[in-house]
């Protein structure tokens, strides 16, 4: 879908200035209203006609009609298939099978462990949840946590011993070994380096502090490519030693982040999600919502929770820093020009101070020694020490490890005889001024441990294949440095060594069982006591209780300001454009780019899939003559690099500022990773490591961007409703619509049908963040396909809950607001009505049931329903012929696994409702409310999603669906859903002003009530409807911004 | 004009309507009569398995419950079949020789679990749980017929929707007593409890029965 024009943005900028009222858009091509767009939303899969190449005549399509049926009904005859059962030789205890089992586990984000409930069945990890009792989950679970169940079962992971590209066996791997440590015990480990990653795990560090004992001239280096460096470099310039901040979000009221997307990308995100937004909630009472001020460079999840977002490229950030350190009399060096304007910072700072002690200030980890030593100097100012903000020694004890220039250094002098990499790809992922790869070579001995034979294993003599985190015995430290354990739930499929053994095998050049291992470190940590217990205990919590580090109160350094140094002295050519680098939100660093379900999990902003295209803003775009999809060459202005890449432009980038995700472009990977977009390490570089400065060409090409942003559209319909706090304490039910009262027959709510349960959902807008977790969650349990980026381009993929991604205001600087859209259940579900064949029904308890065994695939259910939620087989995309298979073992056995032609859709999780049932009516005890969830509930971070019974008056989402701010989608429609939406409350400032320098911006509009936008956002059936019922007084100003 | 078709043709066209419309109700009679036949829904079928195990020796014969081997049949979907060391708490003493219980051997000795051939296969899309039943008060009779006169086990009833649809919708004749779950050649009709009473007694809630998604998700 091609992007826009400078007339359309005219078009835009005299439309915005018109509307009065909020006006919330998906995309630039649908406030533009191109043609595209129009086109686009007309057709209920667009781009079908694209799938015929060949012309088909009518005496075709029925010659080929009668044969497919008369295929069809032939192999519909006769039995199905012989199956067998195959029990247990020997039975494990307490094993039931049929049954599924819990094992507390984690998972590593970064190094950082993130708690995991793993849901095996007879032996085969399928789903993975998070562990309530974990501090850094609290039950709730992320995208990249959910899918590395995908990966365990990744037909591309390393599966042996590789001796100089050559299959090897582990035991002539232990035989060199033992060689080698002769050698290395004879020269003291003279010339032998390691390179790890970042490292929390107690154990892992004990063990290579061993090794590093035995061989004393060996050296230890640390390369983790997300790296936190700038956080413990702060931190020991404002204070003199390394420490590691912890932010207590539930203690905040006011919230600054310079350029932090910590509820995403950071440690504790998860956690740091769910207590800010619980800080969210008090609406109701006289509480005080917290407020969330995001000063950032590339739109997003927190910047789009934000109540005041001001955008501002990279390179400015630490200017920002140095002038709000200035507002704070700090002695610090002010910018040659302010940063952001007085009208904006004035009443942040006041707002800051005026809440001191329930303040907090979060720097980005990416960002410079200077912007976290000031912010977290203006935390000490603001009282925040021990209340918003707690110091621990640093979980990752890397810190302490010396860094990879320095071991390039010494391959380059020849001085390093041997290498070993543990669990990092410094080839792909090192500063490319390092020249890592060309100094790797000439290393005599390279030893490699990874999950993947990735760019550094097929470079090694020596590549060891590693467990996946669901294979292995480790143990790690969360957030706060809470010890988690990580138990196996499968025997090493490709017989993968664990860290532990892997280390043991340097040390002693023998194979280890790695349970033992792991035991006994904690013996000797436990020397005293029952260990036992302990370890039972542990295994079963999946924690170390009482493990997390004690704060510290750290006094600040005297000298701390005058020896800052500013990176900003650097002057910047006046027609530089910035590029900046980022994880990825699906792929991260690029560990996970083999990974099918986080490849087509739609980027929350973007909305993307399958690529890493330049983010670009409209502004820039316009002026290079750009649109969505074409090529432009980047060239990086301090080097030789250039990069080939398409663009997309994103509402809300800084004018001058382009930023490229890292994580893609692998090659020789896997089926699914290689030849995926481009490879952005290029441009990272030891002094310009996040951030550099470029120059753009447009290149005469166009490439198709696999984006979700248009798919299932509703347009014109008020479908987002959003307000600020001051509004809603004024017009509480602002959000009410006048909904249908057409009806003539009495319609009571739920409808009364004879049934014990009611269900139904209640979705909280000002809790959703957009994270993405629920999708991934879905996809898990409910065996959701993979359909590859040609089917994700032509409106094909089939996640059953899509996050719309609303931009309200103009283009340049827009306030963001997510909607997660599933089924909606509805009691008048329009899709039932058009059934030939009854495939789709209706439950007693609510459910819009879906039967595949009796759909025939006509859509047309599809074609009537209002919400577009439901998805469509178009090939067979799980059988062993399509493109993406997944592995069977990773299907969900209580859910069925559909094929070519039926069409599928949310379900409510009807797997674990008729399994909550039966387990109900065997005890003879109703379901507790709370006690079934679904699947998308269960990992959301900030409970937005809330699903129980609203026939009892007592339960959470009956009392949210009394609510005033509830309302129905589309509810005007009669179709009475039951998922239903609680409308967003922001909290922003009064006494700040829109930033006012963007070039497009259209002039300050008049804010209406929302009720006159709602009369021109509406069509004609909604102005009948109001005929009968005229509105009440509904008063509401949305967009804070 | 000379007359373009002869006069039989009259005879041949209202031969083909009639014969047309026969045809179609034939086409439907033998396409219900071989859907509902044994051979397409596998009643009486009796697959060969690795082991010729008897259940009428071990129920009937020698007394076993059905728990002793199908333990999940209580607490989870699937009944469950007996781990080879199950087999061998008993064969590990009594006809330690036997040839036909070569396999049993076979897998305890490899650690190779044995393979059998599943009897009553319901469709994938079909979810069934042996946990809802039988602590409803529905007996492994009324579906696996009578076990304990089965020298090899045999599918004896059709296992069709339709023919779980008509216990779904009235399930009241089927209903047995706690105590009788397992028990065979019982007939519900004549206990002395009504099957109303049975009903009321279980808690079972007809709402939900006939739901597609009782058993199809």
New interface residues.
């Given amino acids: 879908m091609s992007s826009i024009s400078h007339d359309e943005l005219q078009h835009i900028r005299v439309r915005l200035g018109q509307a009065r009222g909020p006006q919330y858009w998906r995309s630039l091509e649908e406030l533009a209203e191109s043609e595209s767009f129009g086109e686009f939303l007309n057709q209920e899969f667009p781009r079908l006609g694209a799938v015929w190449e060949a012309p088909m005549d009518r005496r075709g399509a029925l010659k080929l009609m009668a044969a497919s049926m008369a295929l069809a009904g032939l192999t519909a ?4 298939p ?10 494990p205890e307490g094993e ?4 599924p089992r819990y094992y507390a586990t984690s998972h590593l984000i970064g190094g950082y462990a993130h708690g995991l409930l793993a849901q095996a069945h007879q032996g085969r990890p399928v789903k993975l949840e998070g562990n309530p009792d974990h501090p850094a989950t609290l039950g709730a679970c992320d995208a990249f946590s959910q899918a590395s169940v995908l990966s365990l079962y990744d037909p591309d992971r390393s599966a042996s011993v590789m001796n100089r590209g050559e299959v090897a066996g582990y035991g002539s791997f232990l035989m060199t070994q033992q060689d080698k440590r002769l050698e290395w015990n004879r020269t003291q480990g003279q010339g032998l380096c390691f390179l790890t990653g970042s490292l929390t795990s107690p154990s892992q560090h004990a063990s290579l502090q061993a090794l590093l004992e035995r061989w004393p001239k060996a050296r230890w280096y640390v390369h983790e490519p997300i790296d936190r460096q700038a956080v413990y470099a702060g931190s020991e310039q404002l204070f003199g030693r390394p420490l590691e901040p912890v932010y207590r979000f539930d203690r905040a009221r006011i919230v600054l982040s310079l350029d932090s997307d910590f509820m995403q990308s950071q440690p504790g995100f998860l956690r740091y999600a769910h207590d800010f937004m619980a800080q969210r909630r008090p609406r109701d009472n006289d509480g005080f919502l917290a407020r969330l001020y995001v000063v950032e460079s590339t739109p997003s999840i927190t910047g789009s929770v934000a109540d005041h977002r001001y955008r501002l490229s990279f390179h400015h950030m630490e200017n920002f820093a140095r002038q709000l350190a200035n507002a704070f009399e700090l002695d610090i060096e002010p910018p040659d020009e302010p940063a952001v304007p007085e009208s904006w910072l004035s009443p942040l700072v006041d707002d800051l101070k005026s809440n001191a002690g329930s303040a907090v200030v979060v720097p980005g980890d990416q960002h410079s020694t200077a912007v976290h030593a000031i912010a977290q100097a203006i935390n000490e100012k603001l009282g925040a020490f021990g209340k918003t903000v707690t110091y621990i020694p640093p979980v990752d004890v890397s810190h302490a490890a010396r860094p990879l220039n320095e071991l390039t250094r010494e391959m380059q002098n020849g001085r390093v005889e041997a290498l070993v990499v543990m669990g990092a790809n410094p080839v792909y992922t090192a500063p490319a001024d390092l020249n890592f790869r060309q100094a790797y070579r000439q290393v005599p001995w390279r030893l490699h441990w990874g999950e993947y034979y990735d760019e550094t294993g097929q470079m090694s003599h020596w590549h060891i294949p590693a467990c996946h985190p669901l294979e292995t015995w480790a143990d790690a430290r969360a957030y706060d440095g809470t010890v988690s354990l990580l138990q196996p739930l499968i025997q090493p499929l490709h017989g993968g060594k664990s860290a532990l053994q892997f280390l043991a095998a340097l040390e002693q050049g023998t194979e280890e069982d790695a349970r033992q291992l792991l035991i006994d470190y904690w013996l000797d940590q436990h020397a005293a006591g029952d260990f036992e217990t302990f370890w039972r205990r542990s295994l079963r919590d999946g924690i170390v209780a009482d493990s997390a580090f004690s704060t510290q109160t750290p006094a600040l350094r005297e000298d701390w300001a005058p020896a800052l140094s500013f990176a900003s002295g650097e002057r910047l050519p006046d027609d530089a454009i910035t590029l900046q680098l980022q994880p990825d939100p699906a792929v991260w660093d690029g560990a996970y780019a083999n990974n099918g379900w986080l490849q087509e999990l739609p980027r929350p902003l973007s909305k993307l899939t399958w690529n890493n295209a330049l983010l670009i803003s409209p502004v820039l775009a316009q002026e290079y003559g750009l649109k969505e999809g074409d090529v432009v060459r980047v060239k990086a202005q301090t080097s030789e690099v250039q990069v080939e890449v398409p663009v997309y432009p994103l509402p809300g980038m800084p004018d001058r500022a382009v930023t490229l995700q890292l994580g893609y472009g692998r090659e020789g990977i896997g089926h699914i990773a290689d030849g995926v977009g481009s490879d952005a390490y290029v441009f990272h570089t030891t002094d310009h490591p996040w951030a550099s400065p470029v120059t753009l060409e447009k290149l005469d090409r166009h490439e198709t961007l696999a984006t979700t942003q248009n798919h299932h559209a509703i347009h014109g319909r008020d479908l987002i409703r959003a307000t600020t706090l001051e509004e809603y304490r004024k017009h509480p039910e602002f959000a009410k619509h006048p909904g249908p009262h057409e009806s003539l027959y009495p319609e009571p709510w739920p409808a009364e ?4 349960y009611a269900w139904g959902m209640a979705v909280d807008l000002t809790a959703c963040i957009g994270c993405n977790a629920c999708v991934t969650a879905c996809q898990a349990e409910n065996n959701i396909p993979i359909v590859g980026p040609e089917e994700v381009s032509r409106g094909r993929e089939m996640h059953w809950i899509r996050i719309d991604r609303y931009f309200e205001g103009p283009p340049e600087s827009p306030h963001l607001i997510f909607q997660p859209v599933l089924c909606m259940h509805c009691e008048n579900a329009p899709c039932e009505y058009v059934c030939p064949v009854g495939a789709t ?1 209706h ?3 609510g ?1 819009n ?1 879906m ?3 009796r759909c025939i695939g006509t859509r047309y259910c599809s074609q009537n329903c209002p919400y577009k939620v439901r998805r469509f087989n178009w090939f067979d995309y799980t059988g062993e012929q399509a493109t993406y298979t997944q592995p069977e073992p990773v299907h969900n056995p ?4 559909r094929s070519r032609g039926v069409m599928e859709k949310c ?1 409510f999780c ?2 674990r ?2 399994r909550a049932r ?1 387990t109900a ?2 005890e ?1 005890e109703p379901i507790p409310d709370g006690a079934l969830q679904t699947a998308c509930q269960q990992a959301c971070p900030t409970q937005a999603i809330v699903f129980g019974d609203i026939s009892d008056e007592q339960s959470h989402v009956k009392r949210l669906k009394n609510h005033p701010l509830n309302y129905g989608m589309l509810e005007h429609l009669n179709i009475r859903p039951r998922v239903s939406y609680l409308a967003g409350v922001g909290n922003p400032n009064k006494e700040v002003e829109a930033p006012q320098s963007d070039p497009l911006v259209a002039p300050e509009k008049e804010k209406a009530d929302i009720h006159q936008a709602s009369v021109n956002g509406r069509d004609d059936d909604e102005q009948v409807v109001r005929i009968f019922e005229p509105a009440t007084a509904a008063n509401g100003q949305g967009g804070t911004t | 004009m000379p007359q373009i078709f002869p006069r039989r043709a009259n005879s041949l066209v209202s031969m083909a309507l009639w014969g047309g419309a026969f045809g179609v109700v034939i086409l439907i009679l033998v396409a219900v009569t ?1 859907g509902s036949s044994a ?2 829904t ?1 009643v009486y079928a009796t ?1 060969e398995q690795p082991v010729p195990f008897s259940h009428e020796h071990h129920v009937s014969g020698l007394g076993l419950d059905c728990q002793y081997c199908h ?2 049949v209580e ?4 009944a ?6 199950t087999c061998m708490t008993c064969h590990s003493q009594l006809w330690t020789n036997a040839e036909m219980l070569e396999p049993v051997r076979q ?2 000795k490899r ?8 009897v009553h ?1 319901l ?3 079909t ?1 069934f ?1 042996h ?2 039943h039988v ?2 008060g529905v007996g492994c009779e009324s579906c696996h017929g009578r076990v304990d006169e089965m020298p090899i086990t045999t599918q004896q009833k059709p296992l069709t929707m339709q023919w779980c649809l008509s216990c779904h919708r009235n399930p009241e004749p089927n209903l047995r007593p706690a105590d009788k779950i397992t028990a065979m050649g019982y007939d519900p009709a004549k206990d002395s409890i009504p099957g109303h009473e049975l009903l009321e007694r279980y ?1 079972i ?1 007809k ?2 029965l006939t ?4 058993c ?2």
């Fill in positions: 005859c006769g039995r199905q012989r199956e067998f059962i195959v029990p247990y030789v020997n039975m039931v099978p049929g049954m049908r004879e049934a014990e029904q439950s007693a308890s459910l049931e039967i595949y065994n209580e859910v069925t696994v379900t009807v797997q409702i008729n039966i009516d065997i003879d | 071989i051979h397409d596998g697959p333990t999940g607490k989870s979907d699937f469950g079949l007996p781990p080879t060391y897998s305890l650690d190779e679990p044995i393979k059998w051939v599943r296969d469709p994938d899309f979810y749980s946990r809802i602590n409803n808690a809630r709402d939900n739901e597609c998604s009782t199809h998700r």
